[in-house]
């Protein structure tokens, strides 16, 4: 699986929109873009994934590069219960396998 | 509502001891999955399993064994808990959707060996 890159915190103003960043420059073409979250130390959440194209869903909208080499992830009103880390994972759909890295740990303020 | 469980979620148990984590699935999963994550750490994958009888050791080494005789059950096993056992244990499950996979996750096992 490609590896990605995320920052390691970010802040964001409760109310405004929160873009996090994904860096994933060695992406293959078969590879999905997938979105976790994990709220202290819970079982992590399903976001939302895509392939190439922009996607939106209730919880958030996924920016992907046309070279697909990075993506966004957007929070478009973060809360203060969307306070959690965020994990950027790539994979190839036939490999069931989810492998987390360090994430971006989101903290939104009042 | 949870479609994946996970007992005990608390568990505080003297070294030597043998433990299983349980984890139940009621969505008919054929895959499952138990991660290991220390507090503020990292998820690492320790066991998964593709379907009944199938057993496979994820990324990071671990001393648990699993076992696969349902569908839906995937306990964790410790024979002998040790103070560095210590961590929270968490099961998932996935399936396949169309358009990528659908994965689950349980509340996990917080696991304290003392």
């Known amino acids: 699986d490609a590896k990605t890159t995320q920052p390691p915190s970010m802040d964001c103003a409760e109310g405004r929109a929160a873009n996090l960043p994904c860096n994933h420059s060695?992406?293959?073409?078969?590879?999905?873009v997938y979105w976790y979250r994990q709220i202290h130390s819970q079982g992590p959440q399903y976001i939302i994934h895509?392939?190439?194209n922009n996607e939106t869903n209730e919880m958030a909208s996924l920016i992907i590069t046309e070279d697909r080499k990075s993506s966004t992830l957007i929070l478009p009103h973060a809360t203060l219960r969307d306070t959690a880390v965020y994990y950027c994972?790539?994979?190839?759909?036939?490999?069931?396998?989810?492998?987390f890295g360090a994430g971006t740990t989101v903290t939104v303020r009042a | 509502e949870a479609d994946i469980y996970q007992t005990p979620r608390y568990l505080v148990i003297g070294t030597g001891k043998k433990i299983t984590l349980e984890c139940s699935q009621t969505?008919?999963?054929?895959?499952m999955y138990w991660y290991q994550q220390d507090p503020g750490m990292e998820l690492h994958l320790i066991h998964y399993?593709?379907?009944?009888?199938?057993?496979e050791k994820g990324d990071l080494s671990s001393e648990s064994t699993v076992s696969r005789i349902r569908t839906e059950h995937f306990p964790l096993t410790l024979e002998s808990a040790r103070p560095s056992h210590t961590s929270q244990y968490l099961c998932?499950?996935?399936?396949?959707?169309?358009?990528?996979?659908?994965?689950?996750f349980g509340s996990g096992t917080r696991l304290t060996v003392v």
């Open positions: 998932a499950s996935s399936e396949f959707i169309g358009r990528g996979t659908s994965y689950t």
């Open positions: 060695t992406i293959s073409g078969n590879e999905y």
């Open positions: 895509g392939l190439k």
């Open positions: 994972i790539v994979r190839v759909a036939n490999d069931y396998k989810l492998s």
């Open positions: 969505m008919g999963h054929d895959k």
């Open positions: 399993s593709y379907g009944v009888n199938s057993t």
